[in-house]
């Protein structure tokens, strides 16, 4: 199977030695998240935002970012690095959060396309002097040089395959040191408990279509290795994180 998600009413992931069935990722370009759709500023999209955040601090986005500033952020040291769809920009602030309170210098550019977006997320990062906004398209966004580091989170499902694709190809220019994608991960699980906490708790309309979407449209665990493959990432790790969160990364 090559890098793109096979099409049919199901997939095959033997990635655990276990033969399972998988729906079949979904991409259709006319549909939308509600939260990507040109838009002003509104209670919506925050309420959303903040949303998204509480899900990243208690669903294991956070957990999975911390595991690596442990792995290659050191006391003392002073780095560089970009984060990509920054959105609320509620992961930088968590980077520089930890930071602080390891002796760790860092400076992030933090990247979305949503010009909304971004004007909330700065408006919730003035004590964040150590980060700046940029609104760009990432697919053509080169730094003026490289950085240390390069995170993109919870953002590869929202891009086809080709463009997927194309991102992770992208991305090795910009880093000296690291590069971090994680992403959530297709499973039934994934689906069924989406769908469970969108019609309980999250109910918001923008959350709730945005959220039911997103796990359809992530990649399962093998589509993520077979796409970075195929990117040309060479010695790259990839493994799962809870709660059905992957993530796929280099180093040097």
Request: charge should be positive.
């Amino acid at each position: 199977m090559s890098g793109s998600a096979r099409r049919g009413s199901c997939c095959q992931d033997r990635s655990v030695g276990t033969n399972f069935l998988i729906p079949a990722r979904i991409f259709d370009t006319a549909t939308v998240e509600m939260m990507d759709r040109p838009q002003p500023l509104s209670a919506e999209l925050l309420r959303d935002l903040r949303n998204l955040r509480q899900l990243n601090r208690y669903f294991g986005s956070y957990r999975l970012i911390k595991s690596f500033l442990r792995r290659w952020f050191r006391p003392g040291i002073s780095v560089t690095a970009i984060d990509l769809c920054t959105g609320f920009g509620d992961i930088p602030r968590f980077v520089i959060d930890w930071c602080r309170a390891h002796d760790v210098t860092a400076r992030i550019t933090a990247i979305d396309f949503q010009p909304a977006t971004l004007e909330l997320a700065m408006e919730h990062s003035r004590s964040y002097p150590e980060i700046t906004f940029t609104v760009f398209d990432v697919l053509s966004f080169l730094p003026e040089s490289q950085v240390d580091f390069v995170f993109c989170s919870l953002a590869l499902h929202h891009f086809s395959d080709d463009a997927a694709l194309r991102l992770l190809q992208h991305v090795p220019s910009m880093a000296r040191k690291g590069i971090l994608v994680a992403d959530l991960e297709r499973t039934d699980f994934g689906i069924l408990g989406i769908y469970l906490l969108t019609s309980c708790a999250y109910r918001e309309p923008m959350t709730c279509f945005d959220a039911r979407l997103s796990i359809r449209r992530a990649f399962s665990f093998s589509e993520m290795r077979q796409m970075a493959a195929r990117a040309g990432w060479e010695r790259f790790g990839h493994r799962r994180f809870p709660v059905c969160r992957q993530a796929i990364w280099m180093e040097s």
